[in-house]
């Protein structure tokens, strides 16, 4: 499995674009690059997925590079309740009986 | 969209007893559950991965015969924590993919069981 680092935690406010860059250097040809949203006492809620250059959903945009050795999640004019912990994962669902491994996530914290 | 739905969301039992948690995919079918358990301020740990029909595969360092997961059916698995003890204390969160999706689809999870052992 692809091992991830991701900053620990950033600040942002209300209003702003967070960025959070998240590194995959031995990304697999098959991997997909997964994010997820976790608050407190709650399971993670997936936010978006991509292989390669751009997507974007209504939430949140995903920028991959052609390396594929990096992505960053872009999460638009941020609100408070954007404050979680945000995990990016890397994984290749080939297998019948593939699984993610959760790394360290990421704190955005949105402050007023 | 795809729903995992674990029950109970909170558990208190006293030391040395069971407790049986149960995710279920409400809207879709899943070969493949996973568990994993999360403690205060800390990443997701997996624990193990349950299959339908089979015996679930375990994680380095989790202990079977100590948390049992039971795959009975295509939308059901349980989690039970025999003989539980205070360390057993922590936040158990399930996920599951859509057998009927494509390949790469995401996995759903269930918004967890926050058990506590006295």
């Known amino acids: 499995l692809a091992k991830t680092t991701q900053p620990i935690s950033m600040d942002s406010y209300e209003g702003q674009e967070v960025n959070i860059t998240c590194s995959h250097n031995?990304?697999?040809?098959?991997?997909?690059i997964t994010w997820y949203q976790q608050f407190p006492s709650q399971g993670p809620r997936f936010i978006i997925q991509?292989?390669?250059t751009k997507v974007t959903n209504e939430v949140a945009s995903l920028f991959i590079p052609a390396d594929r050795k990096s992505s960053t999640l872009s999460l638009p004019r941020v609100s408070l309740s954007d404050t979680a912990v945000y995990y990016c994962l890397v994984g290749g669902p080939w297998r019948n009986d593939y699984k993610l491994s959760f790394g360290a996530g990421t704190t955005v914290t949105v402050r007023a | 969209g795809a729903v995992v739905s674990q029950h109970p969301s909170r558990v208190i039992c006293k030391s040395g007893t069971s407790v049986k948690i149960e995710c279920r995919s409400l809207d879709f079918q899943a070969t493949t559950m996973f568990w994993y358990r999360q403690f205060p301020k800390q990443s997701l740990m997996l624990m193990a991965t349950s299959n339908e029909g089979s015996k679930a595969t375990y994680e380095q360092g989790v202990e079977k015969d100590k948390f049992l997961i039971n795959h009975a059916s295509l939308t059901l698995s349980t989690l039970t924590v025999t003989s539980a003890h205070p360390e057993d204390s922590s936040f158990y969160i399930c996920?599951?993919?859509?057998?009927?999706?494509?390949?790469?689809?995401?996995?759903?999870f269930g918004n967890g069981t926050r058990l506590t052992v006295t």
């Open positions: 991509g292989y390669k």
């Open positions: 031995n990304i697999a040809t098959n991997d997909y």
């Open positions: 996920s599951a993919r859509d057998k009927g999706r494509s390949y790469n689809s995401p996995l759903h």
